[in-house]
């Protein structure tokens, strides 16, 4: 009887010391890599703003004006494809001492595709006779694959980190056991914060005066960060 209850206790203690160290946590090494890409937006958004109005008496009409703009934006190399109608109003307006009209609005979204189509648009708006418009956004038309080429150089830039780190001491980077991205900037456009149209700096919705012949839009930062926690082996 003796024998058996000695024989549990070895038992019992060697359970013990396995569950120890089964459980005890290897050595680990944590590091953060980063990536940051410019890009130059090939992508901008612009809203436009038209309004009938009374010229020498006569109504000039949504249809006119709408052409009028699509004829110029042909003019500087812009398809009349990339101009869309988002909205459209009707105001009752004094056009005289002792008359009024039922003017409409138009608010149209324009797409142009660099800065120097932006500008050329920018110097007929006197022409056409447009006061109010405003840029909104600007982004990359390949943004996703671009955002997923950096996600991949910070994660390797992490390991590399871990690498030469681990080196000067004689130690080798394991497999990771945690990995968390950080990523500063995660929607697919870019608000025209970053612009500067006419010597007027913009806020992300803006009106413009056009007393310069200046459009400059500053290139777009997709900057990643990814937390990983590699054991050592």
């Known amino acids: 009887m003796m024998k058996f209850k000695t024989l549990l206790l070895i038992v019992f203690v060697t359970t013990i010391s396995f569950s120890q160290n089964k459980n005890q946590e290897k050595s680990f090494i944590e590091v ?16 436009i703003f038209l309004k009938e109005r009374m010229e020498k008496g006569n109504k000039l009409k949504l249809e006119i004006l709408e052409n009028q703009l699509k ?9 009349e494809n990339n101009l869309f109608i988002s909205d459209i109003n009707s105001v009752l307006s004094k056009t005289g001492w002792f008359t009024k009209e039922v003017l409409s609005t138009a608010k149209y979204t324009l797409k ?14 006197d022409e056409l006779k447009i006061t109010n418009v405003n840029i909104t956004k600007a982004t990359h038309s390949n943004i996703t694959e671009l955002r997923k080429q950096n996600r991949i150089a910070a994660i390797k830039a992490a390991k590399e980190k871990a690498n030469y780190l681990l080196n000067a001491i004689d130690e080798k980077v394991g497999k990771p056991i945690k990995i968390n991205e950080s990523d500063t900037n995660n929607n697919n456009f870019v608000f025209a914060n970053n612009v500067q149209v006419y010597g007027y700096k913009s806020s992300n919705v803006s009106k413009f005066k056009r007393n310069k012949s200046i459009v400059q839009f500053e290139k777009i ?12 082996e």
């Open 32 to 47: 953060v890599g980063t990536s940051e890409k410019e890009i130059i937006p090939n992508e901008i958004y612009v809203d």
């Open 221 to 232: 930062t997709i900057q990643t960060s990814i937390y990983v926690k590699f054991e050592i």
């Open 112 to 125: 142009v595709e660099d800065s120097k189509k932006l500008k050329q648009f920018f110097d007929c708006l």
């Open 71 to 79: 004829k110029e934006l042909k003019n500087i190399g812009i398809s």
